[in-house]
T-cell receptor, first 113, second 113 residues
Framework: DQQVKQNSPSLSVQEGRISILNCDYT??????FLWYKKYPAEGPTFLIS?????DKNEDGRFTVFLNKSAKHLSLHIVPSQPGDSAVYFC????????????FGGGTRVLVKP | DGGITQSPKYLFRKEGQNVTLSCEQN?????MYWYRQDPGQGLRLIYY???????QKGDIAEGYSVSREKKESFPLTVTSAQKNPTAFYLC????????????FGPGTRLTVT
């Protein structure tokens, strides 16, 4: 039973436009959410996170939105750049579970010049 | 430079052999984690340790074993009991406390034939 789902396996976007990546979760105990970027054969790199007490967090070109009632979060990348082409994973943790992360299946983003 | 190292980058073994993957961190992090990634899938938690000499099973611990004798080191042994050992293995660490992002090593690609 997947507790964190990324329903879009891939996304193609033109350079300069917005990339929107979506993530849904089922476990209402999750209270901290993260986005990671990953290149092939490398470890994931942390991008941005959001606590359940917030509904938005912004860091440069990256903004994460959290809708707790819908159990949904999204990552917006504006403007998209060719270097953003990678696989993006959302992850969630619950305070009671001691920082254990549950990952979604990933979304592959291709930014076309 | 602080970080997490995993060695080797690529590892090949014959079926029926145990193999140990190395993970070392000099970030002074208390907690360490092992994940595996299969092609086209997200990361799944194998084992984690929140403090020296203590560790817990993750979601897919069968066929694996770990030890945590030093804060800096968290080796993972893939035993012959693991039915599908070929995968990309990632080690991560994090500071003590809630809502902390995990930092990942570069990964080890294990191929068992």
């Amino acid at each position: 039973d997947q507790q964190v789902k990324q329903n879009s396996p891939s996304l193609s976007v033109q350079e300069g436009r917005i990339s929107i990546l979506n993530c849904d979760y089922t476990n209402s105990m999750f209270d901290y959410f993260l986005w990671y970027k990953k290149y092939p054969a490398e470890g994931p790199t942390f991008l941005i996170s959001i606590s359940s007490i917030k509904d938005k967090n912004e860091d440069g070109r990256f903004t994460v939105f959290l809708n707790k009632s819908a159990k949904h979060l999204s990552l917006h990348i504006v403007p998209s750049q060719p270097g953003d082409s990678a696989v993006y994973f959302c992850a969630a943790s619950a305070r009671a579970a001691g920082n254990k992360l549950t990952f979604g299946g990933g979304t592959r983003v291709l930014v076309k010049p | 430079d602080g970080g997490i190292t995993q060695s080797p980058k690529y590892l090949f073994r014959k079926e029926g052999q145990n193999v140990t993957l190395s993970c070392e961190q000099n970030l002074n992090h208390d907690a360490m984690y092992w994940y595996r990634q299969d092609p086209g899938q997200g990361l799944r938690l194998i084992y984690y340790s929140q403090i020296v000499n203590d560790f817990q099973k993750g979601d897919i611990a069968e066929g694996y074993s770990v030890s945590r004798e030093k804060k800096e080191s968290f080796p993972l042994t893939v035993t012959s009991a693991q039915k599908n050992p070929t995968a990309f293995y990632l080690c991560a660490s994090t500071e003590r406390g809630i809502n902390r992002e995990q930092y990942f090593g570069p990964g080890t690609r294990l191929t068992v034939t």
